[in-house]
């Protein structure tokens, strides 16, 4: 599939990456991320401008989340029974915990860190009636980083693009670990300063 998605990004160039932003984005299984670690590698190549790749993938993946934010707020729960119906039950059950703990760091979190989850995370602040401007601002921070992130990997690292899909996911991984393990840390420390 990867060879595919070079092909068509060699050919429509911007568009595309706006198209893969925007559509996983809103929970499709288009890949977005491999998207973005192909446009930026075109980019440092000369072949694609860096600045419109970095503007589509960023106006294209909040496009997504505010569909994903509008349909939560008119369709309500349907739009989550719906969704649980076709393969998302579990990413729904995942989004609302997360953000019923993290709130709007969550929002911000998830377009980023822990991304599979965002579409629903999407949904469910359009259902619980999140403010359209405050959603926005949390969601565009993260879209922010994600797009910096990946198009700057590939960027950065342009011949060695097919290394960096390859591990893409595990970076996501490694900074949820590493930030699991300085949490525990810390709450171990603040334990063993307890008297008793």
């Known amino acids: ?39 930026g590698s075109f980019a440092a190549s000369g072949e694609m401008n860096l600045a419109a790749v970095l503007i589509a993938a960023f106006v294209g993946a909040v496009a997504g989340d505010l569909v994903g934010f509008g349909v939560g707020a008119r369709a309500g729960q349907g739009a989550l029974d719906w969704a649980g119906r076709h393969g998302m039950g579990q990413a729904i059950a995942r989004a609302r915990d997360f953000s019923d703990r993290r709130g709007d760091a969550g929002n911000f979190l998830c377009r980023w860190l822990v991304s599979p989850i965002a579409p629903a995370v999407n949904l ?60 525990f840390g810390l709450r171990l420390r603040r334990r063993s300063k307890l008297p008793g």
């Open 124 to 183: 469910i602040s359009g259902l619980i009636g999140v403010a359209p401007g405050r959603f926005l601002v949390f969601a565009a921070a993260g879209e922010v980083v994600w797009t910096a992130l990946y198009v700057g990997l590939g960027y950065g690292f342009g011949r060695s693009i097919s290394v960096i899909a390859r591990t893409s996911g595990d970076l996501g991984l490694f900074l949820v670990a590493a930030t699991a393990a300085v949490v």
């Open 1 to 39: 599939m990867s060879e595919h998605v070079l092909r068509l990004l060699a050919a429509h160039g911007p568009l595309l990456v706006f198209a893969a932003a925007l559509l996983s984005s809103i929970g499709l299984p288009v890949p977005g991320t491999l998207t973005l670690l192909a446009a």
